[in-house]
């Protein structure tokens, strides 16, 4: 049996069904949050919970539950699944109306779904490193909220699997912007760079875990834009998400990046980041 939390209770998987004008299913009117399970436990939750509380202001949503309401709801189900190594997937709509664009009554509720999965960890790729595919972004000029309205990340990230790659890194004209689900890193003589945290990129969970890692341990850490060429030329890519973790790019599109396997820094972090994982 999976138990899935639908709107204020704890229901069976095949029992949760959401109405057809939910504004989530229409318009992708709502946020989500991914949380990271390590060894049934959950991984920067807090972090995780106040981005989705932000997301939800910064598009005039109210979540209609406390923040410890939701904690609660994501413990009891990774305890209700046994999840070990997964993920909780949380999403809240803007609720249940008749169907037009301007936001209903304050009166109406937002949907709130929750459900957990078990997912290994992508130990291979991450030894390994992935190839990426360099697609232009066309994202709207909100990628600061994390919401369900993902078809220009989507249209990437299939353009780029289907053609054999596990990450498209989307770039605005010249400039690099992140990953179609992740954040983008590269690393020039030792100097770690990534995207300043602006409305074009989402501010990523592990992106914030990675620049604290440098900050400990004097690895310098550079929030500022690179380019497309910057990328060609770098001597490390990697990209980072909570289910990717640091995963190194060793290939973008026909030109290999170092020498075509996984650099020293970005070795460094992994083992950096799984001693995060472990202290939990
Ligand atoms: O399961 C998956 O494939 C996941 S879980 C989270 C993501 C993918 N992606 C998050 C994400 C994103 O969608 C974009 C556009 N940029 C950056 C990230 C990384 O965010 P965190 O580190 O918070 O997961």
Known sequence: MNTVFLNGEFINREEAKVAIEDRGYQFGDGIYEVIRVYSGKTFTMKEHMERLYQSADKMKLTIPYELDELTGVIHELIKANSIQDGSVYL????????????FPSSEIKGSVVAYANEVPRPLQQMQDGVTAKLVEDIRWLRCDIKSLNLLGNLLAKEEAVSEGHYEAILHRGDTVTEGSASNAFIIKNDEIVTHPA???????????????ICKRNGMSFQE???????????????????????????????????NGKPGSVTKKLQELFEERINKG
């Open 91 to 102: 999403q809240v709509t803007r609720g249940v109306a008749p169907r037009q664009h301007n």
């Open 198 to 212: 602006t409305n074009l990129i989402l501010n990523g969970i592990t992106r914030r875990v990675i620049q604290d």
């Open 224 to 258: 500022k834009s690179f380019s497309v060429d910057e990328v060609l030329d770098a001597d490390e890519l990697f990209i980072a998400s909570t289910t990717s973790e640091v995963m190194p790019v060793v290939k973008i599109d026909d030109k290999e990046i170092g």
